[in-house]
Each structure stands twice: as C-alpha cells, then as structure tokens.
C-alpha cells in the first residue's frame, strides 16, 4: 500500500548520488585554469542544487558571459573526466528506489545536473526508463523556481498534496515549498542539515533507506 503520497521526487547529486567531492574539485580547477579565486569548500557546497550558470554567478558574481562560457567548459571537462568512473550511489539507493517501484510509487528527479550529464549517469545505472520523468536545469528554470516540480506533476498528473521531494539542499527544500510539495531533507550530502531544517521538512534522514521505512508508517 502506498503513504499519503504516490509521486516520490530525487534530487541526484550529493542525494542519491555521492558527488559533492567531485563537485567542489571541478569548481576548484575551473577557477584555476581562469585566473579566479579558488572559493572554499563550504562555499561551493553552499551553491550545489542549482543550474551551472547560477552556480557560477553565486560564487563571482562579476563574471561577465564571455569568461562564463569558458568556465563553464573547464568545469565540464574536469568534471567529466572524473566521471568516466560514475560517482556511486549513496548506500541502499539502489536496492530501496527497487523497493519504492515496487511497491506502486511513481519516481522522479528533479536536478541541477544539465540533461547531457543526468542521462550520462542515468545510462551508468541502466535506469534511462527507471524514472517516470526526470527534469534537468538546463532544460527548464534552476531551482529554487518551482518550474520543473510543477513540470513534473503535470507529467505525473499528481496534486502537490500527494508529492514529496528529497534532497540535500537548501534549494531542493525552496523549490519544493514554493510548488506546495512537502519535502525530505537528507543529512549525508553538500549542506549542514540545520540549515536544511529552517525550511521545515517533513522529515530529515541520515540514510536513504530511512525514508521507505518512515512512508511505511504513513500508510493510511
């Protein structure tokens, strides 16, 4: 039997994936290779869950679009080789989604990752037709605009009241309020969970598999 929701929805970096690390190094050499301060760790953490672009202009909000551009590709490129061994999924991913699909959920991701690199992941993992939609940043608004959950509900044809959103941003849990959507905030990923609690999540987990076992105890 399903929880009060049937439409579960994942960010993926840093949520089911463990990927902030690469992250933070690609931001680093990025900023390197275009004469840009390097910023510190928790700064860059602190933007992970938007669009590249917007990350970009939180950290130097000076770059004007030419050097936008430039940076934009080293980013990429150092991102990318480090991704020709995909970043593993956190612990119980795997093996609790199975278990939400089975037990009737429909399943989503909403991210800040662009399309060519969420597909890149998703073929890694043989789950290209696992989720029933999945909505990137470059495709649609950056979080924390509300576009790509409200994308997403229509597409599942659920009501916000029946949805709930997982991640480990600050802006995962915005987006979610500004569409109506309760929200699920996990510990383990790019920001301290005290920030994520100020913005009042149902729940707030320390591992994925946590999550099955609590909409377990929603079933009405």
Same mark, same amino acid.
Request: one cysteine or more; glycine letters at 6%.
């Given at each position: 039997?399903?929880?009060?929701?049937? $439409?579960?929805?994942?960010?993926? /970096?840093?949520?089911?994936?463990?990927?902030?690390?690469?992250?933070?190094?690609?931001? @680093?050499?990025? *900023?390197?290779?275009?004469?840009?301060?390097?910023?510190?760790?928790?700064?860059?953490?602190?933007?992970?869950?938007?669009?590249?672009?917007? *990350?970009? +202009?939180?950290?130097? #909000? /000076?770059? *004007?679009?030419? !050097?936008?551009?430039?940076?934009?590709?080293?980013?990429?490129?150092?991102?990318?080789?480090? /991704?020709?061994? #995909?970043?593993?999924?956190?612990?119980?991913?795997?093996?609790?989604?199975? *278990?939400?699909?089975? &037990?009737?959920?429909? $399943?989503?991701?909403?991210?800040?990752?662009?399309?060519?690199?969420? &597909?890149?992941?998703?073929?890694?993992?043989?789950?290209?037709?696992?989720?029933?939609?999945? @909505?990137?940043?470059?495709?649609?608004?950056?979080?924390?605009?509300?576009?790509?959950?409200?994308?997403?509900?229509?597409?599942?044809?659920? #009501?916000?009241?029946?949805?709930?959103?997982?991640?480990?941003?600050?802006?995962? $849990?915005?987006?979610?309020?500004?569409?109506?959507?309760?929200?699920?905030?996990?510990?383990?990923?790019?920001?301290?969970? !005290?920030?994520?609690?100020?913005?009042?999540?149902? $729940?707030?987990?320390?591992?994925?598999?946590? +999550?099955?076992?609590?909409?377990?105890?929603?079933?009405?």
């Amino acid at each position: 039997m399903l929880s009060e929701y049937k $439409l579960l929805i994942f960010d993926w /970096d840093g949520t089911l994936a463990d990927s902030v690390g690469r992250i933070v190094t690609a931001m @680093r050499v990025a *900023a390197q290779r275009t004469g840009r301060p390097e910023r510190d760790e928790m700064s860059i953490r602190g933007i992970i869950g938007l669009g590249l672009p917007e *990350a970009i +202009l939180t950290l130097y #909000p /000076d770059m *004007a679009k030419p !050097e936008m551009v430039v940076f934009r590709q080293h980013y990429a490129d150092v991102y990318i080789a480090m /991704d020709e061994q #995909p970043s593993p999924l956190f612990a119980g991913v795997a093996d609790t989604l199975e *278990a939400f699909r089975a &037990d009737g959920y429909r $399943l989503a991701v909403a991210t800040g990752k662009a399309r060519r690199g969420l &597909d890149r992941v998703l073929k890694v993992h043989g789950w290209e037709r696992f989720f029933d939609v999945t @909505r990137a940043a470059d495709e649609t608004a950056s979080k924390p605009n509300p576009l790509m959950l409200n994308q997403i509900l229509a597409h599942c044809d659920v #009501p916000p009241n029946q949805a709930l959103m997982v991640g480990d941003a600050s802006f995962d $849990l915005l987006m979610a309020r500004n569409a109506g959507i309760d929200s699920v905030a996990v510990s383990y990923g790019a920001q301290p969970v !005290e920030r994520l609690l100020t913005f009042e999540p149902r $729940l707030a987990i320390d591992k994925f598999p946590e +999550l099955r076992t609590w909409l377990g105890r929603q079933v009405k």
